[in-house]
């Protein structure tokens, strides 16, 4: 019998549109601050909600992006 290898984690349910925001974001912010961000909204919906659909993580993590968007567009 041959030996199979199974993964230690389960796919990433917010690869999709992550790849999304970091072409949305590319000029503006790196890949990992892009990563952050998902991380964080991941993190606050399940705070909030119990939940963190990819829906909501998406819609808060380009908020997130946004508004550090327009803080650095300030700065200089």
């Given at each position: ?30 890949a ?5 961000c ?39």
């Amino acid at each position: 019998m041959s030996e199979r290898s199974i993964p230690d984690t389960e796919p990433d349910p917010y690869a999709d549109f992550s790849a999304a925001l970091r072409d949305e974001f590319s000029e503006v912010h790196p890949a990992t601050t892009v990563a952050r961000c998902i991380e964080a909204a991941h993190y606050g919906a399940l705070e909030v909600t119990g939940h963190a659909h990819p829906g909501l993580v998406e819609r808060i993590a380009r908020k997130h992006l946004e508004v550090l968007a327009l803080v650095a567009s300030e700065r200089g």
